[in-house]
């Protein structure tokens, strides 16, 4: 008798991973991933050949690809040591990516910043390593085309200041709630924090209840929000999505 190949749920895969169940889910809906095995009960299994098959998938994307062009790759069929060395060129563009990133704000810096100083500016270099349109994709992907090049155009007509604004009360909006955590959702000043930050997703796009829940919920399940939100201070995503079903119940339903 042969010993069962060793498998992972869904929910282990999205923990070691980063991605959401709720992902990996549509990547099989799209038949990019299927799993090893799928249960009696409906759950998921992954064994190491879809783990690796993931890792690719999950590099792939982390390179900017869309679902698209990540099946166009997989089903290529080329051999693991071929494959493994295309992801090394396309990691050794990205670290050159960064490379010029980093060179572009060390330029603005040795510069003054801002320009108050009197030196000039070279704009061509502060901009150099920037892809705008990296998680474009994604969006129209999850809200649609025109809620992109709305928000597109709402952020540009902001301006420089008007982003920079933007941004502070971001900042300031997560350190009131991580400074909250623990407290009740339901609190008047917790409340006034949601209500801010409800404001200033409605700088682009107005939600009402549910995708205002679907929205800060996301911030729970994707690694990348949650982060974002949790380096104000620990629980800071779970709290606000707490909070803002509250805010969902009493102000938006």
């Keep these: 008798m042969h010993a069962r190949t060793r498998e992972w749920t869904i929910h282990e895969v999205a923990t070691a991973t980063g991605a959401t169940a709720r992902t990996l889910r549509h990547y099989d809906d799209v038949g990019l991933l299927t799993p090893s095995r799928t249960g009696a009960n409906g759950y998921r299994y992954y064994d190491a050949v879809a783990l690796r098959r993931l890792q690719r998938i999950l590099l792939l994307r982390e390179l900017g690809l869309g679902l698209a062009a990540i099946a166009d790759v997989l089903e290529a069929r080329v051999d693991e040591v071929a494959a493994l060395r295309t992801h090394l060129a396309l990691l050794e563009e990205q670290a050159d990516r960064i490379a010029r990133l980093t060179t572009s704000?060390?330029?603005?810096?040795?510069?003054?910043?801002?320009?108050?100083?009197?030196?000039?500016?070279?704009?061509?270099?502060?901009?150099?390593?920037?892809?705008?349109?990296?998680?474009?994709?994604?969006?129209?992907?999850?809200?649609?085309?025109?809620?992109?090049?709305?928000?597109?155009?709402?952020?540009?007509?902001?301006?420089?200041?008007?982003?920079?604004?933007?941004q502070r009360e971001h900042e300031a909006i997560a350190a009131g709630l991580a400074a909250a955590v623990g407290e009740d959702p339901g609190a008047p000043a917790v409340q006034d924090l949601v209500r801010r930050h409800h404001a200033w997703v409605s700088v682009f796009w107005t939600p009402d209840a549910a995708a205002y829940r679907g929205l800060v919920r996301m911030y729970v399940e994707d690694g990348r929000f949650r982060a974002a939100y949790d380096a104000a201070g620990p629980g800071t995503a779970d709290f606000l999505a707490r909070a803002a079903d509250v805010f969902a119940d009493r102000v938006l339903s």
């Design 105 to 166: 704000v060390r330029t603005t810096l040795s510069q003054g910043g801002d320009g108050a100083d009197g030196k000039e500016i070279e704009v061509s270099r502060m901009f150099d390593g920037f892809d705008a349109g990296r998680y474009e994709e994604e969006v129209v992907e999850r809200w649609g085309r025109l809620a992109h090049d709305d928000a597109g155009r709402t952020w540009s007509e902001l301006g420089a200041q008007g982003r920079a604004e933007h």
